[in-house]
């Protein structure tokens, strides 16, 4: 799309109210939407999740809303989990050092939509704008199926080094759980019988603050 067609856009969604607003929130639904179908094993956005230890709780909601988000949540989960052990097992402290990717997307289209309007006066512009990116701020609580939320565990390894270990075990767990969800879904071994798919919200929850005992919706 031109920035004709762009600041077009703009313009006729400032009737429905702030148009920043609504292009940042459908920006980040279509990346959320394209991920779950096109991106989970996409290398590059394998580097970001293990940046941002997943996405926050609003865009993983989005994520396990979408049609076959089971198998792309445990996908990518057993690949965080194993993130988090490596993590553990070499001495690095566990953060967040980039944003949530979808929150990343969202703030990219307003910045985009800004420098287009350079300073062009539109209708129903909240004073919000420019935003920052917000930063990725990691669950914390108890401890679910043995394993800490990444926030909290961020804290306990530095406390405490036996901690280390127990959770090293649980999130090595966690994975070989959710390696079996995984396993599951493939074709050849779907009526092989198989009951732990609770491992897959389990996960979400340890990484992004969703309730651990069922499917988010957002």
């Not at 991920?35 to 580097?47: K, Q």
């Not at 941002?52 to 993983?60: M, N, P, V």
């Not at 939320?149 to 966690?174: C, F, N």
């Amino acid at each position: 799309m031109n920035d004709r067609a762009v600041l077009h856009d703009i313009i006729e969604a400032s009737a429905a109210g702030c148009p920043l607003c609504q292009r940042r929130d459908a920006a980040e639904r279509r990346f959320v939407k394209s991920f779950a179908y096109e991106l989970v094993n996409d290398p590059g956005m394998r580097v970001h999740l293990r940046g941002s230890l997943g996405f926050c709780r609003i865009h993983a909601e989005e994520f396990a809303a979408q049609v076959g988000a089971p198998l792309a949540v445990s996908l990518i989960h057993s690949d965080l989990c194993g993130h988090v052990v490596e993590r553990l097992e070499t001495n690095h402290p566990i953060r967040a050092m980039r944003p949530c990717p979808a929150c990343e997307i969202g703030g990219q289209r307003e910045r985009h939509d800004l420098e287009l309007l350079g300073g062009s006066a539109v209708p129903n512009l909240c004073a919000t704008h420019p935003a920052p990116v917000p930063k990725r701020g990691l669950p914390t609580g108890p401890s679910v199926a043995g394993a800490l939320p990444v926030g909290s565990l961020a804290h306990a390894v530095r406390t405490d080094r036996q901690e280390v270990k127990l959770q090293g075990r649980a999130y090595s767990a966690m994975r070989r759980r959710l390696e079996a969800v995984v396993h599951h879904y493939d074709y050849r071994f779907r009526d092989d019988p198989f009951d732990d798919f609770g491992a897959t919200w389990q996960a979400l929850a340890l990484f992004s603050g969703t309730h651990p005992d069922r499917r988010p919706s957002p």
